[in-house]
Structure formats: C-alpha cells, structure tokens
C-alpha cells in the first residue's frame, strides 16, 4: 500500500473565522475514506483546500507524493484529482455525452492546425474523437446512463444530474475522487445504486475515493476509514465500527 | 435592383457581423460586453497602416502583423485593465471598457492626427467581377469572402477543436471548467485576443472603403453592437444572422425609402425586435449565471 493523497496540519481562516484546523491525515491508494461531521464542519472547505480552489492558510497538500499546495483548481485536475460538488457544477447547456467528453478534455489532442486531419476519416482529428467517445460510452453502460445521453444536463432529473457529473469525474480517469455529498437528494433506490456504482468504480476502476457524506448507512457500507470533523478540528480517524462508537461523534454529530 | 442593392447590404452585413461576433464572444465567455471593440480595431488598422506607409512593408505582413498585434492588445485587455478591477459587477466591467475606448481614441489622435488617411491595399476597389447579372467589386467581394472564411474558422474552432472545447465550457461554468483541467483564466484572455482580431479584420477590410481616421469605427462599431442584440447576444449564428438582416434592411431602406435615415433605421428594427422579443430574434432568454 502507498500513499496517495496526504494532508499536513491543514489550516485554513476565513478572516477570524477558523474553518478547517489543523487538519492531518494520509488516504491510501485504492481506499474508500469518507469525512463525517455536523453541517458547517468544514468538510466542503477540506475539499476546496485539497482540489485548490481555496487556498490553504497553513499546511500542506500532497498528491502521490508531490507538494500541490497552492497548485490552480486545473494544475490539479492534470495531476489527477477529480471531484464533484455538493450543488452539482455542470455544463447546463451540454448534454450528458457532452458534459462526460470535457472530461476527457485533458487527453484531447486536436487543434486548428490539425484542420486536414479533421477531413480524412482515419485523420488525427477522427482517432481523438472515437478513442473518447468509447471511453465515455464505457462510463455511460456502467452508470446506467443511456437513456439521457442526448439530453441537456439541466433538463434532468436531479438524481441523474449527480450520476452525469460523478461520469464526468471518472471520464477524466483521475487517482484520486473527491465526492461530496453524492447521497444527497437522492431517494432511497437510488441511494442503493449509488453504493454499488461505488463498490464497482473502486473495483473497475484503479482509484482512491474521499467521500463527504451524511448518510451514516452508506457511509459504513463502503468506507475503509472514516474521519469524523467538527468545528474544523478532526475528532477520530479510523473503521467505522471505531469512529461510529466514539463518545464525541456520537454527541457531535449521531446525537 | 433589387439583387445589387442586397448584395451592397451583404458587404455592410459582413463587416457588422465580424464586430457582433467579436462582442459576442467575449460577452459570452466573460458578461463583458467590450466597447472598446471598434477602437481595438481602429488602432491595429492603424498598425497595419504604419507598417505599410512608414516601414513599406507588404501588404501581407502588415495584415498578419496588425492581427498579432490586435490579439495581443486583447490579451492587454484582459490582463491589465479587466482583471484588475476589484469584485466588478457588469456595470462597472462596461463603463471599463467604455474607458478603454475613449483611452485609445485619445492615443491614436495624438499619435497619428485626426486627418483622414488612405490605407493602401492591393485588391482594387474600382475593378469589378461580374457574375448572376450582379456586378461587384474586388474588394466587396474580398470582403465578403475574408469574412465568411473567417466564420468558418470560428465555427471549426469552436465546434472541433480542444481550444474550442475549453471556451465553451468556460463559458458555462467556469468552475466546472476548472477543475476538469482547464485554465480558464488564460482560455478568457484568448477570447479577448481572437475577439480583438476579429475587430482587426473588420477594421482592415473597412478602412480602404471608408478612409483611415480615429472616428472610422464607431458606427460599424455601434452597428456591429446593434447586429448583436438584434441577432441575441449570446447564439453566436443568431448574431451573424442579425448582422446580414440589419445590412441588407438597412441598404433596401436606404434606396426605396431615404438615404437620410439609413442609419436610423438599423436602431429602430432593434427597437420593434426588442419590444417583442427582449431576448433578441434568435437568442434563449437571459439566465443568470452563477
């Protein structure tokens, strides 16, 4: 086992308001580590700090062992770090093929001045297109996807708009995935698929996942750690049957 | 008649569309709508003229030098003037770019004067080319040709390309943008430089039929503007398709109707259209982004 996503002493300060502190923990590859803790706890901003689109006020951030802090929201994507957000971020005005091909925009290869190729059907331009496109059918059959492929991203169903953007995340073939919140507003059906997409993303896949999340049933089901976090500061690391049993978490958070 | 008097709206069309075009897509990619456009324009024509009057260059290494520098004034743009300002909203963003504009008008004054120059290009303005029963000159028709060539440059790079790609999702989401590997600060301040190198080859093309001075842009400038609206604001094909409307309408009234108001009229279709159909003819209704 080697790590793959590593936080030292993670700070971060909103003016005087303390938000993330001192954050420290290691995921290792091919884990399933999820961040637990009451709203306003600081699980959002820990991913904001870890992808850069905060910038961290004190400590480090290492991805497969190089220092990233500070890097640019799409330094980091190219290092291999995907994510979803909470309030879902998507291309409204795509549809869902269109939406999971940005995802696949990283190992995209034609440009103006490959103008002759895009008329020849074996040309460069053709090749680029066909190797995504397969990739993103690929992604497409394993999250059920089909049905809403042609449809644009903000006419669809609040559950499948999360699917779409959890494609897009994987289309990009990242190390590590950041979700936050993927659970939330789905219904319970769906709830069940989501926990065995990500039993099958973790074994089809060869990648790490952090997951924010609030319900304690998926949580438990599918994470190797759990970090428990409240007021910033992490309470307990550890299996779930260790983090669920703690006294604090317990009054923090499980009430 | 009938025929010629459309095809002198098409040649009016097609410089409006390469100005609504470029307003377009920055507006599309940063809520700018640039003013400055048609100045940014002025000015690398000017360059163009420079490189030809003074250092006697040819003709086509002053355009290709006149277009880097209008992409690179685009990038100044972006750089120095727009991502300076401190948490703008779209009304101080525009009244930037209306500074901008009045800055530049001031500099080419005092640099070149404000009296009228000739900007000597090798197609000729007074040999025609005849065809369908319409007669045309070469300079129309390279102008119409230059700028439908220049569309479809757009339009494959927009649609084909990974460049293309990166500034329509920046477009939408900026954050989406980010975090799939996209530095969309850069891909804005691209558009800004191809928006002002769109301008440029307007200004070019123009400026031999008009003549050269510091005032030559700003009614192309607000036609091209008025063309945007009309055509909506943010479906780049909607705009070009307004440009060619306002022209062909504005040359028809022109003739059939008064020379006088030929100007006038171009607003007062945008006027009715507006009243109508505020999203302009062929744009989605306005949503903010978030």
Not at chain 1, 78 to 96: C, H, V, W, Y
Not at chain 2, 87 to 108: A, M, R, S
């Amino acid at each position: 086992m080697s790590t793959v996503l590593q936080l030292k002493g993670v700070t971060k300060r909103f003016g005087g308001l303390l938000a993330v502190e001192d954050v420290c923990f290691e995921v290792q590859k091919g884990e399933v580590f999820s961040i637990i803790g009451p709203n306003g706890a600081g699980k959002s901003t820990l991913f904001n700090c870890i992808n850069g689109l905060y910038k961290v006020s004190e400590g480090s951030v290492w991805l497969n062992g190089e220092d990233i802090t500070g890097c640019k929201p799409h330094l980091v994507a190219q290092k291999g770090l995907s994510r979803t957000f909470q309030n879902l971020e998507l291309f409204g005005k795509m549809t869902t093929m269109e939406n999971l091909m940005l995802g696949r925009h990283l190992y995209m290869k034609t440009n103006l001045w490959n103008l002759p190729s895009m008329l020849w059907k074996k040309g460069l331009a053709a090749r680029d297109e066909i190797t995504h496109r397969k990739k993103v059918e690929e992604i497409i059959d394993l999250l059920d996807l089909q049905s809403v492929r042609n449809r644009y991203a903000s006419e669809l169903p609040y559950g499948r708009q999360k699917m779409v953007e959890l494609g897009r995340a994987l289309a990009s073939e990242p190390s590590v995935l950041l979700l936050d919140e993927p659970a939330a507003g789905l219904n319970l059906e769906e709830k069940d698929e989501l926990i065995f997409w990500i039993n099958d993303i973790k074994r089809l896949f060869d990648i790490t996942i952090l997951i924010i999340e609030h319900n304690m049933r998926l949580v438990t089901s599918i994470s190797d750690r759990i970090m428990a976090l409240n007021f910033g500061k992490s309470i307990v690391t550890g299996t779930p049957d260790v983090v669920t049993k703690h006294p604090e978490v317990i009054k923090a958070y499980l009430g | 008649m009938i025929g010629q008097l459309i095809m002198t709206g098409i040649v009016a069309g097609s410089i409006y569309a390469l100005i609504a075009l470029a307003m377009s897509l920055t507006y599309k990619s940063s809520e700018v709508a640039n003013f400055a456009q048609g100045e940014m324009a002025m000015f690398s024509t000017y360059v163009a003229f420079v490189m030809l009057a003074t250092y006697q260059l040819p003709f086509w290494v002053a355009f290709i030098g006149s277009l880097l520098f209008a992409f690179l004034l685009g990038l100044f743009l972006h750089f120095a003037i727009i991502r300076r300002a401190k948490n703008p909203n779209v009304l101080n963003l525009l009244i930037i770019t209306l500074g901008f504009q009045i800055f530049l008008y001031g500099l080419v004054g005092w640099k070149w004067g404000s009296e009228q120059r000739v900007l000597k290009i090798p197609i000729s303005q007074t040999e025609t080319v005849e065809f369908a029963g319409l007669t045309i000159s070469q300079l129309n028709l390279a102008t119409i040709l230059i700028a439908v060539l220049l569309m479809a440059s757009i339009y494959i790079l927009l649609r084909f390309t990974k460049l293309g790609l990166a500034i329509k999702a920046t477009q939408q989401n900026q954050t989406a943008a980010k975090i799939n590997g996209i530095p969309t600060k850069w891909i804005v301040a691209i558009t800004f430089g191809i928006s002002s190198v769109i301008g440029a080859v307007a200004g070019v093309l123009m400026a031999p039929i008009t003549t050269l001075d510091p005032n030559m842009m700003i009614e192309p400038m607000l036609k091209g503007f008025a063309a945007a609206v009309l055509g909506g604001f943010n479906n780049l094909a909607g705009v070009v398709a307004g440009a060619f409307i306002l022209g062909i309408v504005e040359n028809l009234f022109g003739f059939y109707v008064s020379t006088e108001f030929k100007s006038i009229v171009a607003f007062l279709i945008i006027v009715i259209v507006l009243y109508f159909k505020p999203s302009g003819l062929f744009g989605t209704h306005f949503t903010r982004k978030v």
